[in-house]
């Protein structure tokens, strides 16, 4: 990797990801409240890694002559990294999933709920006129009475 760069001097005391890394240093076997020089130093390489990943990012997209960065951006700065490509790949996969089962569901749920207010508005239409569900339930009970 290149040379760090110097952390900004407004994020010199700031810890961006204490209550994270403190679920993960436990989740991973360390004490409950781990000391806070070593969340403070796991939190100073976090943000240094995004920082310099970004900034690979923000590179590959200059090269392309582009002002925005892509996701393809960010997958060219992590090449080298297989094991960090493949679970951005992964999660991407994912969300890309989960995007088209949520279309899927709200398109259906669209249906029904337009089916379902047919249906309730045909039922206030025959309440009008003198049925409606007591009428309805009336002539079950005596179908139900027929049978017996």
């Known amino acids: 990797m290149t040379e760090p760069r110097a952390r900004a001097a407004r994020h010199k005391g700031q810890l961006n990801f204490e209550s994270e890394l403190r679920a993960l240093l436990y989740a991973f076997g360390d004490d409950r409240d781990p000391l806070p020089e070593t969340v403070r130093v796991l939190d100073e390489i ?5 920082i310099e990943t970004c900034h690979q990012a923000a590179r590959s997209a200059s090269y392309s002559r582009r002002q925005k960065i892509k996701v393809d951006d960010f ?3 992590i ?15 994912m969300d890309k999933e989960l995007k088209e089962a949520k279309k899927l569901f709200d398109d259906a749920e669209g249906r029904a709920g337009l089916e379902r207010g047919k249906v309730e508005k045909e039922g206030k239409a025959s309440k009008g006129k003198g049925g409606g ?13 027929d049978e017996e």
């Open 75 to 77: 997958k060219f700065a």
């Open 133 to 145: 569900k007591g009428k309805a339930l009336k002539t079950a009970l005596a179908d139900e009475d």
């Open 79 to 93: 090449r080298n990294n297989e094991a960090l490509l493949g679970r951005v790949q992964d999660l991407l996969g």
């Open 46 to 50: 976090v943000t240094d890694f995004i």
